[in-house]
């Protein structure tokens, strides 16, 4: 026989999953949660009314939003529950001095650009596009960042539509 | 030499453009790494991580750029520089605007000091020769013991005075700590080599005025410019700064006095290509019009000339006899004598490295009787203000060194970024010297022709992971300082030469700490030693563990070192804060200016701030020669060999003397005349090519008593019928994956000997020349020189330049709508009276930009992908080049930014269109490639990617993450540095203020050293683009076609423009 059975499995499951691909994974609205090197819980923060900005601090100088460096996590987890088994392996790579290897969540391909400062300072919420990561355990994409969203947004407050000089150059 | 050139890397280009496949085992490996390279800027749809600092640095904060002052020492120059640092990745150099030398501008060269820092061809680690002489990996604790094991060999066979140390020019506290270890170990003091040391320069000083000094020259002062082929604009001495100077004295843009410049040689050089007149000379008889000159200037200003002994009192012909020698008419002669006479101060310039002869030291003395005589010694001749470079040693030290090399004299070498082999006549035999030598250590960044015959390699780290200081003139300082951590394995080689010293115990250390006021501390064991400090306060992510130093600990690194010794001579008695505050304004600053050195460097001196010229005080001396003898000096020199021809070996900007050959910017940047990429050519005059039945591409084979060597034909009307010239610094044949095995050096045809004042003669030889029959296609980025009244370059009279006379036609009206631009409308002015055709600006497009670079294979099909190119245009229709009056024009041609732009019209995807800030966007994204825009453009400004493009690593570190990497398929062009236009507009708005006009430099505009280019908002009545566009002389090209470009372009200005056959000609104002 030229297709043997094993043949056509095969091809019925390639194309399964572009099928999965193309009309549900590629269009779901968000994406799932990464485990990180650390399990750390945005919520527990966010309910002690720690403010994003508190450890993103970089948020309004800078295009990144910034990642707190290890020594402010240690700054109060040096005393606060330094037995924890997580906050025991924040104490292992500060003992180590070496960086969180945190695993990227949100996430825009290089021909945009998309600098934080500008839209802290028009005063746009973090959650907007982020999502109410104050809520959420383990971070994940609520917010699909499609061209889409960014033009609703941006028309929605009058903000600049330039194709080229706004986002891609 | 093979019949088309190919480097190293256009080899992986080809496997890359021919899909990759076949490969054999060395193929795939390479070209693995090209995919690994594209694979990582292919934009699929990863995640990876996020690293946070571990300890924050206040000075950083992640994704906003630093920027760092530090020096460039792509030259010997010593340019202040600014190495902009995208989180811990120096991407970009720019000029120190503090630094009072190049004030904010750099050359190409300097602009390509990145593509050395990511040089993918540097050492990894240290290196050793194996039994099979191979260069092989090591470690640092092996190679520094075998080192070790050598110095102590040296030491007991009691040799140290044998013992060698060449390299490049160092001053300042290396150059001390140098000497003092050199002299701690009974080593003699090192020789700097330099391959242009300006011997003829320095020997005619020592004679004329008894200092052996390159002087510094002040062109801003000097109201008329003569120079016998030296080479300021491009290689010579100090070029930006020179170049900088010469715009403000001659340029119509920033004097309406302009000076006169009138350029000697056998050929048209870059720097010549700015003259007013250009003087066809015989080769050799250089001294002879110097002393026609003389004699001329001398009667009409009614003055003696006072020549030094031993210099042939006179003519000893007359001057019609003379003019029959040289081929210079009298009467031109005497032109410029009266002008010469009229105009002062004035410059007479010494002969030019290409044009170094038997009779250049003759030429240099009386040329310095002319200066003299004139007062230009004080005034635009500084010889209280030397250049380093009057440090470095003659070329006849350095082959007295490999003439004892050959005895088996030399035990021990020790090499530091020189290159000898390459940069000595080949005749000169240095490899047979080197190979004699026992030990050889090289403390090379990466391989090239002397250090293939190294034993040892100790990489050193480049000069942008490095600290240091470098005084390119007395009382000026320029301080070094890291950009980033190594990107190799590689050590300070200071830091080397301190740990060797502290092993060698306080005996040795004790005299080189001495100088810092330091006791001789213990030494460390060889894994840890000169590791770490000096990374201390650079940006690093994530960050060493926090280094703490004491000093005594701290004096195994240089960075202790330097810091101890300028706290010492900063404030020699305060605090420690206060000495630490002192030294973090000084790299802040980047520049220590004494007043020792300010009247040599001051922009704009008021006028007789130098009192009376000094050359009446200066004392005269007696020319000696090697054994005491005063040498002959000739009025015309003689040619060794029996060809026709003669041979003048020209540097050219990109390359200097071959070191930045292997740089892919250096490569496929155009050179300014020729515009031929990644090929070396012999340059003759269509003349000569009728009679050698040579045409374009045309292989020759040219032969000397000392060598020969094939050179496909550059035929080119701006070089006289019997001589030809070549370009110095391609032909390596060890130097990495740009420069291997591209084009042939001239240095195989020069003679080994040297002239009366120890330095090579690049012009010493007669050549005979038979054409092989052979030819190669030439990767030459611009075949149209003549402009056929296309009204490209224009050029109009100074007389004329501010009347309406030179006014353009105005654009057509057009019923069409114009796009609307409510803020802003960006648009950019360039003085062509200002542009030199340096290429400075395109080397920053190229690294501003993410320009890919495409190898040879595409350049020969015109497929490169430079942004901005420079036009060079000889003459136009109605005014036809002369070889008195060459009338070069370039023209730097960016996208003009249409305001009715044909690019946009035909996109079917709308990936070209318009902004409303007036720019003509392209897309990458959106673009699909139908090359439609490209077609209907018609500045030729677009350009396509037709291949993936490549960055071998680590140069893929050199990326500008402002901008996007494009990939295969996609158009892509100049966008007025739209980043740099965003992130201005972006800091206004954070900061809630207008944007200010000069706010936003584009890369071409900040680096170009005669501020020929000029951004700004034409919206804005008031801005200086603006106010230039209303210039007279302001013209858009193609205005008959309705584009409405938003570059304005300021006509050339000449004394003179080349009338037609039978129309008079206007004469120059005297």
Redesign the interface.
């Known amino acids: 026989m030229f297709f043997s059975l094993r043949h056509l499995f095969y091809l019925a499951a390639v194309l399964l999953g572009v099928f999965l691909w193309i009309f549900y994974f590629q269009d779901m609205p968000y994406r799932s949660a990464?485990r990180q090197p650390i399990s750390f819980s945005h919520r527990i923060h966010y309910e002690r009314q720690i403010a994003c900005i508190f450890c993103h601090a970089?948020v309004a100088?800078?295009?990144?939003a910034?990642?707190?460096?290890?020594?402010?996590c240690m700054g109060c987890h040096r005393e606060v529950i330094p037995y924890y088994p997580d906050v025991a392996k924040l104490h292992r790579?500060?003992r180590e001095?070496?960086?969180?290897?945190?695993?990227?969540?949100f996430?825009i391909?290089?021909?945009?650009?998309f600098?934080h400062?500008?839209h802290i300072?028009a005063g746009v919420q973090c959650g907007v596009c982020h999502g109410d990561v104050g809520h959420e355990n383990r971070v994940f994409e609520v917010v699909n960042f499609n061209m889409g969203t960014c033009i609703t947004c941006h028309r929605a407050y009058g903000a600049r539509t330039?194709?080229?000089?706004a986002c891609?150059? | 030499m093979p019949d088309d050139p190919r480097s190293p890397f256009d080899e992986l280009v080809q496997i890359r453009n021919a899909g990759g496949a076949p490969l054999d085992r060395r193929d795939f490996l390479k070209a693995g790494g090209a995919a690994a390279a594209g694979g990582a800027l292919a934009?699929c749809?990863t995640?990876?991580?996020?690293?946070?600092?571990?300890?924050?640095d206040n000075r950083y904060?992640?994704?906003?750029p630093q920027h760092y002052a530090t020096v460039c020492r792509e030259c010997p120059a010593g340019c202040g520089m600014h190495i902009r640092v995208n989180d811990a990745r120096p991407t970009k150099p720019e000029g120190n605007p503090r630094h009072p030398l190049n004030r904010g501008k750099l050359c190409m060269r300097g602009q390509s000091a990145v593509q050395g820092l990511y040089n993918p061809d540097r050492f990894p680690q240290p290196m050793r020769r194996d039994q099979h002489g191979r260069l092989v990996v090591t470690t640092w604790p092996e190679a520094l013991a075998m080192l070790q094991q050598q110095m102590r060999q040296v030491a007991l066979a009691g040799r140290q005075a044998d013992v060698v140390w060449l390299g490049r020019l160092e001053t300042g506290t290396l150059d001390q700590l140098l000497r003092d270890w050199l002299a701690a170990f009974g080593y003699p003091a090192p020789l700097y080599y330099e391959a242009f040391a300006y011997e003829a320069v320095r020997e005619a000083n020592r004679v004329s005025f008894g200092q052996d000094v390159v002087p510094y020259y002040r062109f801003d002062r000097a109201k008329m410019v003569v120079g016998f082929g030296a080479e300021f604009l491009q290689t010579w001495v100090s070029n930006v700064q020179f170049a900088t100077d010469w715009a403000m004295g001659h340029s119509y843009g920033h004097t309406h006095d302009p000076a006169y410049f009138i350029n000697i040689g056998p050929r048209v050089t870059m720097t010549g290509a700015n003259a007013d007149e250009h003087w066809q000379l015989r080769p050799g008889t250089e001294a002879l019009l110097a002393m026609a000159l003389a004699e001329r200037v001398a009667f009409h200003a009614g003055q003696t000339l006072h020549l030094p002994a031993g210099v042939p009192p006179g003519l000893g012909m007359s001057q019609s006899a003379a003019a029959e020698r040289t081929e210079i008419p009298a009467d031109v002669v005497d032109t410029a004598a009266q002008r010469l006479a009229r105009n002062r101060p004035s410059l007479l310039l010494p002969v030019g490295y290409g044009n170094l002869n038997a009779a250049a030291l003759t030429a240099n003395l009386v040329l310095n009787a002319v200066n003299a005589m004139l007062g230009n010694i004080g005034a635009t001749i500084l010889l209280h203000h030397p250049h380093a470079l009057s440090g470095a040693a003659r070329a006849r030290d350095v082959a007295a060194v490999f003439e004892r090399a050959h005895g088996g004299q030399v035990p021990l070498l020790f090499l530091h970024h020189a290159n000898p082999v390459f940069n000595f006549p080949a005749a000169a035999t240095v490899p047979a010297a080197l190979s004699k030598i026992p030990f050889i250590v090289s403390f090379g960044w990466w391989r090239d022709e002397t250090t293939k015959y190294a034993h040892l390699v100790l990489p050193d780290n480049y000069p942008l992971e490095s600290w240091g200081d470098y005084a390119p003139i007395p009382g000026l300082t320029g301080i070094l300082q890291p950009g980033r951590r190594p990107v190799f394995d590689t050590r300070p080689t200071p830091d080397v030469l301190l740990w060797l010293a502290a092993q060698a115990g306080p005996a040795v250390q004790g005299p080189i700490l001495h100088r810092i006021e330091m006791p001789p501390v213990a030494a460390l064991p060889a894994d840890v030693a000169p590791v770490g400090s000096n990374w201390q306060q650079s940006p690093s992510?994530?960050?060493?563990?926090p280094l703490t130093y004491d000093p005594p600990a701290a004096i195994h690194s240089f960075d202790a070192y330097l810091r101890r010794a300028w706290q010492l001579r900063l404030a020699p008695n305060a605090p420690p804060a206060e000495q630490a505050a002192a030294w973090r304004n000084l790299l802040m600053a980047g520049v220590h200016l004494t007043t020792e050195a300010e009247p040599a460097v001051a922009t704009e001196p008021p006028p007789g701030r130098l009192g009376p010229p000094i050359n009446e005080t200066l004392p005269t001396t007696t020319l000696e020669g090697p054994n005491g003898d005063p040498p002959p000096l000739p009025l015309e020199a003689e040619f060794e060999g029996s060809g026709d021809f003669y041979l003048t070996s020209f540097p050219v900007v990109q390359f200097f003397d071959g070191r930045q050959a292997n740089r892919s910017w250096m490569q496929e940047i155009a050179d300014p005349l020729s515009k031929l990429v990644w090929d070396s050519w012999v340059q003759i005059h269509p003349d000569t090519g009728w009679r050698l039945h040579a045409a374009e591409g045309s292989i020759l084979r040219l032969e000397t008593p000392y060598g020969h060597g094939e050179w496909p034909v550059h035929l080119d009307s701006f070089i006289r019928p019997d001589t030809l010239g070549i370009p110095i610094g391609q032909g390596h044949r060890d130097f990495g994956m740009f420069a291997t095995d591209v084009g042939e050096a001239p240095q195989r045809l020069w003679t080994p000997r040297l002239d009366a004042a120890g330095g090579p003669i690049p012009m010493g030889v007669k050549v005979k020349v038979t054409n092989t029959g052979k030819t190669r296609p030439m990767a030459n980025l611009q075949l149209e020189h003549w402009q056929r009244d296309k009204r490209i370059a224009q050029a109009c009279l100074i007389s004329q330049a501010g009347t309406p006379a030179v006014r353009d036609k105005e654009p057509r009206a057009t019923f069409y709508a114009f796009h609307p631009t409510p803020v802003h409308r960006w648009g950019m002015a360039v003085d062509l009276s200002s542009c030199i055709g340096c290429n400075a600006c395109q080397a920053a497009c190229y690294a501003e930009n993410n320009v890919p670079v495409m190898g040879r294979s595409s350049c020969l099909s015109y497929r490169e992908m430079t942004w901005l190119r420079i036009e060079t245009y000889a003459g136009d229709a109605w005014h036809p080049p002369t070889t008195m009056n060459p009338d070069i024009r370039f023209l730097p041609m960016p996208c003009q930014q249409c305001g009715n732009a044909p690019c946009e019209y035909v996109c079917p995807v709308f990936a070209a269109?318009h902004?409303?800030?007036g720019?003509n966007?392209?897309?990458?994204?959106?673009c699909i490639g139908t090359r439609y825009c490209s077609n209907n453009c018609i500045y030729k400004v677009r350009r396509f990617n037709w291949y993936t493009p490549m960055w071998p690593k680590p140069l893929d570190q050199q990326l500008n993450p402002?901008?996007?990497?494009r990939s295969k398929g996609v158009m892509e062009k100049c966008?007025f540095c739209?980043?740099r236009?965003?992130q201005a507009e972006?800091t206004a708005?954070?900061q809630d203020r207008p944007l200010r006009d000069g706010e936003i430099q584009t890369a071409c505009m900040q680096t170009c050293p005669t501020e020929a280019i000029v951004f700004g908002d034409l919206k804005d009545p008031n801005s200086r683009v603006s106010q230039l566009h209303q210039q007279d002389r302001g013209y858009r090209l193609f205005w008959e076609e309705n584009t409405f470009p938003a570059v304005t372009y300021l006509k050339r200005t000449k004394f003179v423009l080349n009338g037609l056959a039978g129309q008079p000609n206007p004469e120059p104002p005297l």
Request: net charge positive.
């Open positions: 990464p970089d100088k800078s295009a990144y910034g990642m707190p460096p290890v020594l402010k790579y500060w001095q070496k960086p969180i290897p945190w695993v990227r969540v996430w391909p290089q021909y945009v650009h600098p400062q500008p300072l330039d194709c080229f000089q891609h150059h | 934009g749809r995640t990876g991580h996020i690293l946070p600092l571990v300890v924050p904060i992640p994704g906003v992510l994530p960050n060493p563990t269109y902004t409303d800030e720019l966007a392209q897309i990458y994204n959106r402002a901008v996007t990497v966008t739209v980043q236009i965003e972006l708005k954070a």
